[in-house]
């Protein structure tokens, strides 16, 4: 069973810089696993970010970039500012037509 | 202004069983694929279930596999989950999602269900 492996919690100062990964449990993240990215806030329906890799969505701040770094996906936020504290979640493409969510990463801006 | 109106959550029995509906409205569903992702309480993000436009190539996980079924009804806009057999670990909000280029775009609020005796 392909596991999606995100980091638990995460803490960034405002205006900081902060890279949250997602990764396979076996094997590498390519852009074929379509990476995309998605925030939510308690109570709140999530919130498309990035999509194939590093595509923003409409009205998404430039301040959110998508990239491969090494064998992973990665959500970077440049500048984080205190409305940024949010899960945030990656999901792959694994296989034909099936997605698997990773487990979320809690950000806190402090 | 897309919208995704679900609906259909309520309580139930252990082996009991749901149909919940999303209806969208500001797009049209025949040009989308759709999803159901739910998110049990406290939990993170699940993907469920999956159908194409045409709502004839269809996928869904494995922990719902010949319990769940997805369909769509494009002549209504609206999109459905029928949920049988259901256990304590079905409980979740269910989110429908319009899926574009293999990612989830506009999402609905959800409906939560509850499964309990």
């Known amino acids: 069973q392909t596991v999606v492996t995100q980091e638990p919690s995460f803490s960034v100062s405002p205006g900081g810089t902060v890279t949250l990964t997602c990764g396979l449990s076996s094997g590498s993240v390519s852009t074929s696993h379509f990476p995309s990215w998605y925030q939510q806030t308690p109570g709140q329906a999530p919130r498309t970010l990035i999509s194939?890799?590093?595509t923003r969505s409409s009205g998404v701040p430039d301040r959110f970039s998508g990239s491969i770094l090494g064998n992973k996906a990665a959500l970077t936020i440049t500048g984080a500012q205190a409305d940024d504290e949010s899960d945030y979640y990656c999901v792959l493409l694994v296989g034909s037509d099936n997605w698997v969510f990773g487990g979320g990463t809690k950000l806190t801006v402090l | 202004q897309v919208q995704l109106v679900e609906s259909g959550g309520g309580v139930v029995q252990p082996g009991g069983s749901l149909r919940l509906s999303c209806v969208a409205s500001?797009?049209?569903?025949?040009?989308?694929?759709m999803h159901w992702v739910r998110q049990a309480p406290g939990k993170g993000l699940e993907w469920v279930a999956f159908t194409r436009i045409d709502g004839r190539s269809k996928n869904c996980a494995d922990s719902v596999k010949g319990r769940f079924t997805i369909s769509r009804d494009n002549s209504k806009n609206t999109l459905y989950l029928q949920l049988n057999s259901l256990r304590a670990e079905d409980t979740a909000v269910y989110h429908c999602a319009t899926g574009h280029n293999y990612y989830f775009d506009h999402w609905g609020q959800g409906t939560l269900v509850t499964v309990s005796s």
């Open positions: 194939t890799t590093n």
């Open positions: 500001g797009l049209t569903p025949s040009t989308d694929d």
